[in-house]
């Protein structure tokens, strides 16, 4: 793997002319690498002084929200820092229904003018109900630090070529795809440091005219959704073929299991990393360089693992996950329930103090509900998916709760099942999951997908 200094790369760009040595970039990339900078130490502080750190910054955060958000005006004014972690946990957590009944109330009526342009993200997440989160130019500062960091972590020579499949517009990125120069949207003069050539398809592709794609642009670098590339890694595995230069493969989105994470190992030869965020917060989690779990982003989120009661679950405990951005005093979402559950982990041996995240189990209506009212979170065996293939050659599956007592099985492959092989599957489906009530099964072609792109493995459809 290379070792790519990113802080002192030869080519970084310059915004002022005829300076070559040393560059000088323009506002935005030059508080990008002040950013950066502090990171690279902060990162290897304990988890005592990241955690006073960010409540000196959680002070002035919350001090704002209360002088200039509606919603936030009858919050107790923190007289110190200390007061306010001392009381954290007895502020009200933020559902998103707040955010769609009371948005225009979560607004600043003066964001701070020196945090920039404020800008709007729409979004739905995998929850169906949009919302609108507005941000400043600061977010956007930190947005691009984060993802500088993650390529710094794991290494990845910023010459490489990238290549993404993820969802776009119909027309846009379709097969064979595209090609340009430069890995983000901002490019030439204006990106932080010079980047390799990147090829895109659009989500839609066909799964051969994937592999085809993946072969003949040949990426060092492949960024797309855990379903996609089961899927690609699977038919790579039975038609014989890999790519030559792939090096890397990192997923988004959706909830990477270590069944993927050994297919692709195993299809490729490399290792698979993941990042976890959301539009409206940024980064949250970043894969540990040297470990699968996640380092919690602290200089950007304030993030917590919770019970029912707001109060922070032991280590090892799954829980709601609630996140509070640090910079974002356009709109202030404090203590905001993501619609996520995970498990924080134990400190981690690489020697970073940032919190560990050691799993994220899905969002809050992927869990599976018992006929007896009990909550379950379903994860498959490799043992039990490949009793799946061995009914059908199934692409993709979803499973859908109906009501308490009905599950459906969605499917999609070529061609439509028999009788055999639809009772097959609801009784694979009932031993597997397990469930109890009736498993119907349907098959369809293609499996839909939510706006932004990503497969829910699992949904329930009952409160």
Not at 154 to 171: V, Y
């Amino acid at each position: 793997m290379p070792n790519f200094n990113w802080l002192d790369a030869y080519q970084i760009t310059s915004a002022v002319p005829h300076l070559e040595f040393p560059k000088l970039g323009n506002s935005m990339n030059m508080a990008i690498t002040v950013a950066l900078t502090q990171m690279e130490n902060s990162q290897w502080w304990d988890a005592e002084k990241i955690e006073q750190t960010q409540f000196a910054q959680l002070f002035q955060l919350v001090k704002y929200a209360i002088k200039s958000v509606p919603y936030y005006k009858d919050f107790p004014v923190p007289r110190t820092p200390q007061e306010l972690q001392h009381s954290w946990h007895t502020l009200p957590v933020l559902e998103r229904g707040n955010i769609t009944g009371e948005g225009s109330d979560l607004f600043s009526k003066y964001p701070p003018k020196s945090h920039g342009k404020i800008n709007t993200q729409y979004t739905s997440g995998s929850t169906g109900q949009p919302i609108a989160v507005k941000n400043t130019q600061l977010s956007r500062v930190f947005w691009r630090a984060f993802t500088t960091r993650d390529h710094i972590w794991h290494g990845r020579d910023p010459s490489w070529k990238l290549g993404h499949i993820r969802i776009a517009k119909t027309g846009v990125a379709e097969y064979p795809g595209t090609l340009g120069k430069g890995w983000g949207a901002l490019k030439g003069k204006n990106a932080l440091i010079e980047t390799g050539p990147i090829a895109g398809l659009n989500i839609n592709a066909k799964l051969e005219e994937q592999a085809e794609w993946l072969l003949r642009n040949e990426p060092d670098f492949l960024i797309t959704y855990p379903s996609v590339i089961q899927r690609l890694a699977e038919y790579c595995l039975q038609q014989g073929i890999r790519p030559k230069n792939l090096k890397q493969i990192e997923t988004i989105s959706e909830v990477l299991t270590d069944k993927v994470r050994h297919l692709v190992d195993q299809a490729f030869g490399v290792r698979i990393t993941d990042l976890y965020s959301t539009r409206e917060l940024g980064y949250l989690g970043l894969q540990c360089p040297e470990n699968d779990h996640y380092h919690i982003q602290s200089e950007g989120v304030y993030l917590e693992v919770v019970d029912e009661d707001g109060r922070a679950c032991p280590v090892g405990v799954p829980g709601k996950i609630v996140v509070t951005p640090l910079h974002n005093f356009a709109m202030p979402l404090i203590r905001y329930a993501v619609g996520d559950f995970g498990v924080m982990g134990a400190p981690c041996s690489c020697g970073r103090g940032l919190p560990v995240l050691k799993s994220i189990l899905g969002r809050e209506r992927n869990r599976l509900r018992q006929p007896d009212g009990e909550y379950r979170w379903i994860a498959l065996s490799a043992k039990a998916y490949g009793e799946m293939l061995m009914i059908a050659p199934v692409r993709e599956y979803q499973i859908v709760q109906v009501s308490l007592d009905e599950l459906t099985l969605n499917v999609a492959l070529e061609e439509e099942l028999t009788d055999d092989q639809t009772k097959a599957l609801s009784m694979w489906a009932k031993k597997s999951l397990p469930f109890s009530g009736t498993v119907r099964v349907v098959s369809h072609k293609k499996l839909e997908r939510s706006a932004n792109g990503k497969l829910e493995l699992f949904q329930s459809l009952i409160e």
